[in-house]
């Protein structure tokens, strides 16, 4: 037997937390507020959709963005999670799997994003 959070409690969980997420980009971590080093070629937040939790684990469906770089050069390296497209609640913040050099015109899509407890009691 695993120790851990019930299957049952992390997803109900995970769907209340990210019911409906927006997606920032950053420069580097975002701190414990989610305001540290946000991008400036692109300011906006992006919507996530993403699907019911199972098994203590969130998935995106499809993709978030695209972000339109409008004159900077800068390294994406970092996202964090928003409860809105404006203000709104900041509620997790993560690397990305590999930094992305972004400059002017450029445009970048989050293809993979996934939120999970571990690890689940079976």
């Not at 927006?22 to 946000?38: Q, S, W």
């Amino acid at each position: 037997m695993t120790v851990g959070i019930a299957s049952g409690v992390a997803n109900s969980t995970l769907d209340s937390i990210f019911g409906t997420t927006f997606v920032k980009l950053h420069t580097a971590d975002p701190g414990a507020a989610g305001a540290t080093a946000a991008a400036a070629g692109d300011t906006t937040r992006k919507a996530a959709t993403m699907a019911s939790a199972s098994g203590g684990s969130k998935a995106m469906t499809g993709t978030a963005g695209p972000w339109t770089n409008g004159g900077t050069l800068e390294t994406i390296s970092h996202i964090s999670l928003w409860t809105a497209s404006t203000a709104g609640t900041f509620n997790l913040s993560g690397a990305l799997s590999a930094s992305q050099a972004w400059v002017s015109t450029n445009t970048l899509t989050l293809t993979s994003l996934s939120v999970s407890f571990t690890p689940i009691a079976a």
